[in-house]
């Protein structure tokens, strides 16, 4: 991988991450498209019929066999609070960005979005509640922030961009 995206919901990070694999030309893997294809059902049915740890454990051992792809990795907004996931995401050598995005923004993309009902569910304060509580983990496994809000997708992809060109740079050095 050339870079892992993590963040909250609605953060940005597979439209970012598509349009960052495209520039490089290198091909981006969705972790919960891993997952799916993994376990043949959809994670709403993985969770409804075998439950959270067996949806876990699937999450871990599909973001295991990421790390040794080429391309970028868009993780599930909840993957690096899970121990085993923080850990390995903490590791690894390949550069962590954390697309971060207010609350606020969170609603306002995700108003038309039916695959999310957790959202719409929370409203507001529960996003800030539930954010909150992942922020720290998410600084944690990043090696950069990029705040998503006043930017599009371009713009943040070319942030990255560069400053993976910069990160690169001072590896060799």
Not at 26 to 52: C, R, T
Not at 70 to 80: A, C, R, V
Not at 119 to 147: H, I, P, T
């Amino acid at each position: 991988m050339k870079a892992i995206l993590v963040g909250f919901m609605g953060s940005g990070k597979t439209t970012v991450g598509t349009l960052l694999a495209q520039k490089l030309g290198i091909p981006y893997h969705d972790l919960d498209d891993m997952i799916v294809s993994s376990a043949g059902k959809s994670i709403k049915q993985i969770f409804a019929e075998d439950g959270e740890p067996t949806f876990r454990q699937l999450e871990h051992d599909a973001l295991k066999k990421a790390l040794k792809d080429d391309g970028i990795l868009g993780t599930g907004g909840g993957t690096p609070i899970q121990t085993a996931n923080f850990e390995l995401l903490q590791a690894t050598e390949i550069p962590v960005v954390l697309l971060d995005v207010m609350p606020e923004t969170i609603i306002r993309r995700l108003a038309s979005d039916t695959e999310r009902p957790l959202a719409k569910q929370l409203g507001l304060n529960g996003l800030v509640d539930l954010k909150g509580r992942r922020d720290l983990k998410y600084e944690q496994v990043s090696d950069f922030r990029v705040a998503t809000d006043d930017l599009t997708p371009l713009q943040v992809a070319e942030v990255i961009n560069q400053n993976l060109v910069v990160k690169m740079s001072l590896r060799r050095d």
